[in-house]
């Protein structure tokens, strides 16, 4: 099940200030009057408490309003995060990753509608992106930007091409070493060096050819055949971008292991 924390988000935050105005532009009045007459009439201190004490819905909406308005700015419009579920990013991303993503270097958007309100860069070739895939429009991925708008794609016996040129690629190892199974490899999208993972036995979707429509991206995961990406379910429109992974901050295995900071630092 989808869980749609922005809508969450956005509804406590409004429930807590309509419940707070409310309180403040009538109930507070009402109890503060009381109050007075209480006093007027020798009510002791504790009955005086007791008669002034905010309702325990607007105890609540005082105490946790602006940390949950503070937490959605953040979340909106600087930094989400995210924990890596699969292995479609090995090597660069391991699963149980947490990483930050960037809500404004692709340009700000307003949550839930997610109408953008101030442009900023574009997405490059090798950015790692956060995005909603057009088969899964609620559900996040996380892939390799590999083609902007009007570039031609190539993709040929595990080599890609981009516009007509090969990427430059350089092989780190063949793992494991007794017997070999995957190759590790460098490759080169534009001033991004980052490392990708081939299957040797397996032919993932080979000897491709595409063009990027305007305004979408192809992506594909570091682990390049062990991926769903725009191989299988198409270009992704610039509407559904969320932000540009920057940094690993954590990693956990699971409930039973121990938070490791080990893999912590910028995302290449």
């Given amino acids: 099940m989808d869980i749609n924390f922005p809508l969450i988000m956005v509804v406590a935050v409004f429930a807590g200030a309509i419940i707070w105005a409310i309180d403040a532009f009538f109930l507070a009045r009402k109890r503060m009057q009381r109050v007075a007459d209480a006093k ?9 408490f007791k008669l002034g004490r905010d ?12 940390v949950l308005a503070i937490v959605l700015v953040v979340r909106s419009f600087m930094f989400e995060p995210f924990q890596i579920p699969s292995t479609s990013m090995v090597p660069t991303l391991q699963v149980g990753d947490f990483i930050l993503v960037s809500k404004y270097d692709y340009g ?28 899964k429009p609620k559900t ?8 902007v708008p009007g570039d031609v794609i190539e993709y040929r016996n595990k080599v890609l091409y981009i516009n007509g040129e090969a990427v430059e690629q350089t092989l780190l190892a063949r793992l494991p070493v007794a017997s070999p199974q995957y190759s590790l490899l460098e490759e080169t999208l534009g001033d991004v060096s980052h490392e990708i993972r081939t299957v ?31 191989r299988v379910w198409g270009q992704v429109h610039e509407s559904a971008i969320v932000g540009k992974a920057v940094a690993v901050w954590m990693h956990w295995d699971d409930f039973f292991s121990l938070p490791s900071f080990s893999r912590a630092g910028a995302i290449e």
């Fill in 40 to 48: 007027a009439s020798g009510a002791s201190e504790e009955q005086l």
């Fill in 55 to 66: 309702p325990v819905p607007v105890e609540y909406a005082k105490s946790f309003t602006p």
């Fill in 108 to 135: 700000l958007r307003l949550p839930v509608v997610r109408t953008k309100i101030w442009d900023n860069a574009d997405p490059q070739r090798g950015d790692v992106m956060v995005f909603f895939p057009p088969h």
């Fill in 140 to 147: 996040y991925f996380i892939k390799r930007v590999i083609g």
């Fill in 200 to 230: 040797d036995a397996r032919r993932f979707r080979d000897n491709f050819r595409v063009e990027v429509r305007p305004e979408h991206y192809f992506m594909m995961g570091d682990n390049r055949d062990n991926s769903s990406d725009s």
